[in-house]
Antibody, heavy 123, light 107 residues
Framework: QVQLQESGPGLVKPSETLSLTCTVS??????????WSWIRQPPGKGLEWIAYIYYSGGTKYNPSLESRVTISLDTSKNQFSLKLTSVTAADTAVYYC???????????????WGQGTLVSVSS | DIQMTQSPSSLSASVGDRVTITCRASQSISTYLNWYQQKPGKAPKVLIYAASSLQSGVPSRFSGSGSVTDFTLSISSLQPEDFATYYCQQSYGIPWTFGQGTKVEIK
């Protein structure tokens, strides 16, 4: 059974960098059959996709965040990470890491999720 | 960006009811459409991918249909554990985008 677990600070100051790590168990981030992704959800609001990365290190970002976001892979630790720079209160959200499954014909969908971690941006 | 619009935003239904939620894309997305269920304080869970493919382990009372721009999630007989918020999501174009959600409440 694949499990994902987010970790990182729950409080970040404005203008600083938000850093989160997702540890994967029961599966490998080196798998060519999946991507690895971050999604966020502001309190009481909907879901926003942030970025994904695949085993080769290739990445895709949400253009609305691309100038501030970096997603990376650490195959030795079976982890992937998110960095979001110059944060503001608008970046306060529950951040989820997720695996992207590839159905036939590359029907990408989030098939496993972490439990989520609330990151608040406040001084 | 491809805009995803769900309707209704919320609905009240009784156990045993048939429930239908619709999702409309602002442009053609073929069948690159997924449905998720989210309960309070929990991560979303995929129900349907590729518009109509039932994710392994999901009860058969859930079904999805549609293509191009118009999609439907149906629950044939609502169960107590189905009261939740449902989201559609397109994976046709970057950025991947979600609908605003439909909250299914107990009548």
């Amino acid at each position: 059974q694949v499990q994902l677990q987010e970790s990182g600070p729950g409080l970040v100051k404005p203008s600083e960098t938000l850093s989160l790590t997702c540890t994967v168990s029961g599966g490998s981030v080196s798998s060519s059959s999946h991507y690895w992704s971050w999604i966020r959800q502001p309190p009481g609001k909907g879901l926003e996709w942030i970025a994904y990365i695949y085993y080769s290190g290739g990445t895709k970002y949400n253009p609305s965040l691309e100038s501030r976001v970096t997603i990376s892979l650490d195959t030795s630790k079976n982890q992937f990470s998110l960095k979001l720079t110059s944060v503001t209160a608008a970046d306060t959200a529950v951040y989820y890491c997720a695996r992207v499954g590839l159905g036939g014909s590359y029907y990408e969908h989030f098939d496993y999720w972490g439990q989520g971690t609330l990151v608040s941006v406040s001084s | 960006d491809i805009q995803m619009t769900q309707s209704p935003s919320s609905l009240s239904a009784s156990v045993g009811d048939r429930v239908t939620i619709t999702c409309r894309a602002s442009q053609s997305i073929s069948t690159y459409l997924n449905w998720y269920q989210q309960k309070p304080g929990k991560a979303p869970k995929v129900l349907i991918y590729a518009a109509s493919s039932l994710q392994s382990g999901v009860p058969s009372r859930f079904s999805g249909s549609g293509s191009v721009t118009d999609f439907t999630l149906s629950i044939s007989s609502l169960q107590p554990e189905d009261f939740a918020t449902y989201y559609c999501q397109q994976s046709y174009g970057i950025p991947w985008t979600f609908g605003q959600g439909t909250k299914v409440e107990i009548k």
